[in-house]
């Protein structure tokens, strides 16, 4: 897609396809996994097929998450490495949580606060992916090894969890036609300019060239 008066491209087709096959693996993946980490979530097993079926394929719904995070990571790793504007973005980010954001410094294609999901989630996973291994095989595991994935794999799962609250209420409520960019995948100029300035003045200087 080419940009536009009315439509500046924000993600492609293969950004969006590994964006929604993690956020569908994730879901699953994490309420299958609260089912079984609590007695008082079991009532979430009934809900996904059972006790053995939820056992059975928890760590599969972690295996394709990872892989989509993968995907993922290929595409963007290089784009939400921090630099000094986002440093100077995070010590001024309580201005973004209420609206003022004069003297904010331009957020790019992603701000600050976006780069720290994804590395929060790329950080996440890879813990939770060796815990997990661990656990899913842990006849074949020393001791030690299991009793500290019983306690990491949790602790990995609840800050993934809670960055993920942040970011669905980010991209849904607090930041109206975001999500569209993530379905259709684009926004208008109006959004881009407001929100990530400049990116949106790099994606009209690049337009502008063609
Ligand atoms: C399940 C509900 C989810 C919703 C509604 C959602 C929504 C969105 C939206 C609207 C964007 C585009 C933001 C923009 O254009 O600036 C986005 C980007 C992104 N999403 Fe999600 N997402 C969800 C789940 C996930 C999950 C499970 C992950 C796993 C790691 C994830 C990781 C990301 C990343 C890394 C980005 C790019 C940076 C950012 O915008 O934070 N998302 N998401």
Known sequence: MKATDQKIPRFD?????????????????ALTGLALWSHKLYWLAYVFGGGAVVRGLHPWGGVIFVAALGMMFRRWAKQMRLDAEDREWLRQSHKYAVHDEEGLPDAGRFNAGQKMLFWLQSCSAAVLLVSGVVLWFP????????????????????????GIIVHIYMGTAAVPEAFRG?????????????????????????????
């Open 13 to 29: 087709v293969a950004e969006r396809v590994a964006h929604w096959l993690a956020a569908l693996s994730f879901l699953y993946t």
């Open 139 to 162: 006849e074949t595991m020393p001791r030690v090894l299991r009793l500290a994935a019983v306690l990491i794999h949790p602790l990995a799962a609840i800050a993934s969890i809670g």
């Open 182 to 210: 993530m379905i259709q995948g684009w926004v208008r100029p109006g959004w881009a300019a407001s929100h990530h300035p400049k990116w949106y003045r790099e994606v009209k200087a690049r337009s502008g060239k063609h």
